[in-house]
């Protein structure tokens, strides 16, 4: 039997994507604990970034245009960048890796609430709803804002141009976030896949690429020009292979149990 739209969006397909997001043990056991220690980094940033905007200048004779961000990681500037620009930037990591908690933990309450249709499972519905519509809205002016914050004010030209095509890699997948909530010609199994590719793909990424960073830039012969740019390429590509890829296949596997489920219905 063919899988129409409303099949799609049918509350047995619902439950049955919840469930499976809900007993995800790749999230449950490795990302999530993840997710909390950046959280509680992020935070930090935020805190610091509060307290002074401003990058602490760490000029060395190889690379004189050497800051300290916010974070503790090192990366060459052609001066401040503007509180505005930054503060867009910083709000948007930080949200980024709250909202991603917190979507997950969402999700996994609707898996409860889904059996039982009433205001609970409405309250729970429209809380997703709303914080996705926050992150999607920050998180597109964050990304939109990086490429400008990189082309005004980066001094490590790779690493630069590598943040200028990282709109390629994040708009897309976002937008289909976006478009698979709001359309019903997508299953819920769909949006679960192109938010895992979105957000919690990046956000487990951005723990290691960070660590990364720190390392390769303060410890290793590679220094804060080539630590920082093949940390942000080894940490994507492995954001991808450890999330996205799994991710995918977890959504094939479930097309294919709906679609035996509505097959053994009929």
């Given at each position: 039997m063919t899988l129409t739209p409303a099949r799609l969006r049918s509350r047995e397909a619902m439950a049955a994507t919840l469930r499976d997001d809900a007993l995800d043990?790749?999230?449950?056991?490795?990302?999530?604990?993840?997710?909390?220690?950046?959280?509680?980094?992020?935070?930090?940033?935020?805190?610091?970034?509060?307290?002074?905007a401003a990058y602490a200048s760490v000029p060395t004779a190889e690379h004189p245009l050497l800051r300290e961000n916010h974070i503790g990681n090192l990366v060459s500037l052609k001066g401040q960048i503007h509180p505005?620009?930054?503060?867009?930037?910083?709000?948007?990591?930080?949200?980024?890796?709250?909202?991603?908690?917190?979507?997950?933990?969402?999700?996994?309450?609707?898996?409860?609430?889904?059996?039982?249709?009433?205001?609970?499972?409405?309250?729970?519905?429209?809380?997703?709803?709303?914080?996705?519509t926050?992150?999607?809205?920050?998180?597109?002016?964050?990304?939109?804002?990086?490429?400008?914050?990189?082309?005004?004010?980066?001094?490590?030209?790779?690493?630069?141009?590598?943040?200028?095509?990282?709109?390629?890699?994040?708009?897309?997948?976002m937008t289909m976030v976006a478009i698979t909530a709001r359309s019903r010609r997508w299953s819920l199994r769909a949006h679960r896949f192109w938010a895992e590719f979105a957000f919690v793909g990046p956000a487990v990424a951005s723990i290691w690429t960070e660590a990364a960073i720190y390392v390769t830039g303060r410890f290793t012969s590679l220094g804060p020009h080539r630590g920082e740019l093949w940390s942000s390429i080894v940490g994507g590509a492995l954001g991808f292979a450890l999330?996205?890829?799994?991710?995918?296949s977890s959504w094939r596997r479930g097309v294919a149990a709906d679609a035996s489920a509505v097959g053994s219905a009929a």
């Amino acid at each position: 039997m063919t899988l129409t739209p409303a099949r799609l969006r049918s509350r047995e397909a619902m439950a049955a994507t919840l469930r499976d997001d809900a007993l995800d043990w790749r999230y449950r056991w490795l990302w999530m604990p993840l997710l909390l220690v950046q959280a509680v980094l992020y935070t930090r940033v935020v805190s610091n970034f509060v307290a002074d905007a401003a990058y602490a200048s760490v000029p060395t004779a190889e690379h004189p245009l050497l800051r300290e961000n916010h974070i503790g990681n090192l990366v060459s500037l052609k001066g401040q960048i503007h509180p505005a620009l930054l503060g867009i930037h910083v709000a948007m990591a930080w949200l980024w890796i709250a909202a991603t908690l917190g979507q997950k933990h969402l999700a996994r309450r609707m898996s409860e609430s889904i059996a039982e249709p009433g205001e609970r499972w409405l309250k729970h519905r429209r809380a997703h709803a709303v914080l996705g519509t926050s992150l999607l809205a920050l998180g597109f002016a964050g990304i939109l804002v990086a490429p400008v914050i990189a082309i005004l004010y980066h001094g490590n030209a790779p690493m630069k141009w590598f943040l200028v095509s990282q709109l390629g890699t994040f708009l897309p997948p976002m937008t289909m976030v976006a478009i698979t909530a709001r359309s019903r010609r997508w299953s819920l199994r769909a949006h679960r896949f192109w938010a895992e590719f979105a957000f919690v793909g990046p956000a487990v990424a951005s723990i290691w690429t960070e660590a990364a960073i720190y390392v390769t830039g303060r410890f290793t012969s590679l220094g804060p020009h080539r630590g920082e740019l093949w940390s942000s390429i080894v940490g994507g590509a492995l954001g991808f292979a450890l999330v996205v890829v799994p991710a995918w296949s977890s959504w094939r596997r479930g097309v294919a149990a709906d679609a035996s489920a509505v097959g053994s219905a009929a």
